[in-house]
């Protein structure tokens, strides 16, 4: 009940606002859960917007260092980069047009391989300027230079510059291992899938319902490499078409993954799994007859 949370959300901070204020900071807590919210739907410019709020609330009212605004520059950053990879043209167009039933781009070839390099990209500087204020601070907290680095590093890896994108992941997979015993909570001691865009038919158009396709599947077993690149994948089971199957494999294979780190040095590794899936419309039902 995707609405049923929004509004929960929503009706929280409005609450909020109409106790302390707009630009309280006491309603913080609630605009980063309504930001989170959107973020995990996808929503990345509302997020984005609300994470904004957040940001200029946290620096307005600070005399120093604020940690919130670094993780609030931090996810700016963040939704940035998921929609850019996603379509990179949807974040610099003031009005991307989109169709308004499956959601796609219009007018524009769709894009398999990575996105472009940015050049001044607001979520790149974004990530940027975090770093730089942590740079800056006396005993910065060191979990939170940890995520930006990984950030950064996520930023320079889905946007085709691996040798960039290293040093910082490096740096921070040191801080992990040694700020986090179990290793629990260390995102670079495997593999994590930075960029993959799926077939554009594979997609299930927005606003139509889960029982009007039939969902197919494709298991695949690769190896991600010392940069990140996608190797050797096999196929493992599916129920898709010769035609589906090639197409997420093609997808597949130009996926970007951040690499393991052991020791503060990438490696490569075996055995990962990957489930493609394709949506298919169903096919009406025929009536049966009987005579």
Do not use: C
């Not at 929503?43 to 709020?53: D, M, P, S, V």
């Amino acid at each position: 009940d995707y609405g049923g949370v929004e509004r929960d959300h929503f009706y929280a901070l409005r609450i909020a606002e109409q106790k302390y204020g707009f630009d309280d900071p006491r309603t913080l807590p609630d605009l980063m859960r309504l930001a989170s919210f959107y973020e995990s739907v996808a929503e990345f410019a509302a997020a984005r917007g609300l994470y904004l709020r957040v940001r200029d609330i946290s620096m307005k009212e600070s005399g120093g260092f604020n940690p919130l605004a670094v993780k609030s520059l931090i996810a700016i950053g963040r939704t940035h980069r998921m929609q850019f990879t996603l379509e990179p043209r949807s974040t610099s167009d003031k009005d991307p047009q989109h169709d308004a039933v499956t959601g796609d781009p219009l007018g524009a070839a769709y894009q398999i391989s990575r996105a472009p390099t940015p050049v001044g990209h607001p979520g790149l500087k974004s990530i940027e300027l975090a770093l730089k204020m942590l740079r800056a601070t006396p005993d910065p907290p060191r979990m939170l230079l940890a995520e930006t680095l990984t950030e950064l590093g996520d930023w320079y890896q889905a946007t085709s510059r691996a040798s960039t994108a290293m040093p910082y992941y490096a740096e921070a997979s040191i801080i992990y291992a040694a700020e986090i015993e179990t290793g629990m909570g260390n995102p670079l001691l495997s593999p994590r899938m930075i960029s993959y865009r799926p077939p554009l038919s594979a997609k299930r158009g927005i606003g139509v319902d889960a029982s009007e396709v039939v969902e197919r599947r494709a298991v695949f077993n690769l190896v991600v490499g010392e940069s990140g690149a996608t190797q050797n994948v096999t196929l493992v089971t599916t129920d898709m078409s010769d035609g589906q199957l090639a197409q997420s494999r093609r997808a597949l294979e130009h996926a970007v993954y951040s690499p393991r780190f052991e020791n503060g040095k990438p490696v490569a590794t075996k055995g990962i799994q990957f489930t493609s899936k394709w949506y298919e419309k169903r096919k009406p039902e025929t009536p049966s007859t009987t005579g």
